[in-house]
């Protein structure tokens, strides 16, 4: 069977420079939350908006294929696009504070979603919006209509973002960092609220973040990217049981578990920042921040498999790495 979203090969530069995504491919069933996790400049968002059509000026977008439920994006004029963005596909953006429009109420961005998409009435948007507004858990949705962004708090806004979002019943919903900027309360608030909708709508979503505590209680499967390539992928057990990209358990070191991390130990850190990436280079972009680095690394690195559904983009087996360490 199909998936809902495949992507193989997307290559996203900008200016001709600078390589934001490089060779990623991802593949999202239908009712999966599907997370793409990374350090921050590792290129998650940019293909978020690459799947979106939102991509800047300036910037190239190229894959060996983009498909949306048999329906091939990279062939899609942008009207054509325009149509299925918001209706089937939609997203919820990073920043809760300033993805709503500070000089339009509440119900008049929910209400223009269905009235554009839709052909629905101002009465018949508005009466949806409040349905949603009150699914997603806010209180009084009613007088919320004539508010303004400026007077919720983020948590409000970040469920309007939501129910924008859901509108037109989509089946894919994009969300990128959803609980960024979120007191730790409001973020569990805002995940549980993304699960059940997910179970109620029937929802595929591709959650963005960096935050593994959030992919260990959500995730049916995971993408970890690095430089702009999806270095490793594997159900969401099997990654956190048995990682075999170097960077990933670079990330999992990073996670302070109770129990098993002592006090008095530094928590784990990788060493370096992710480097920006030219259209030309070659070879293992993490190789600057590995322990297991030599110069093999500086060639074209195979993808390996560990498992049926369990890939990763590295020369050494864990075995290996182990040996080396030893």
Known sequence: MSALLEIEGLEVTFGGRTAAVRGASLRIEKGETHCLVGESGCGKSVTALAIMGLLARGSHRLAKRMTFAGTDLLLLSQRRMAQIRGNRMSMIFQEPMTSLNPAFTVGSQLAEVLRRHKGASREDALDRAVELMGRVGITAPGLRLGQFPHQLSGGLRQRVMIAMALMCDPELLIADEPTTALDVTVQAQILRLLSSLKHEFGLAILLITHD??????????????????????????????????????????????????????PLGSIPGVVPAIAPSFAGCAFRSRCSHRDGTCERTIPHRQASAAHDYLCRLTPAECAEKRA
């Not at 075999?244 to 670079?250: A, D, E, F, M, Q």
């Open 212 to 265: 593994l505590g959030i992919v260990a209680r959500v995730a049916d499967r995971v993408s970890v990217m690095y430089a702009g390539e999806v270095v490793e992928r594997a159900p969401t057990a099997e990654l956190f049981r048995l990682p075999h990209h170097p960077y990933t358990r670079g990330l999992l070191a990073c996670v302070p578990v109770p129990g098993r991390v002592r006090r008095d130990r």
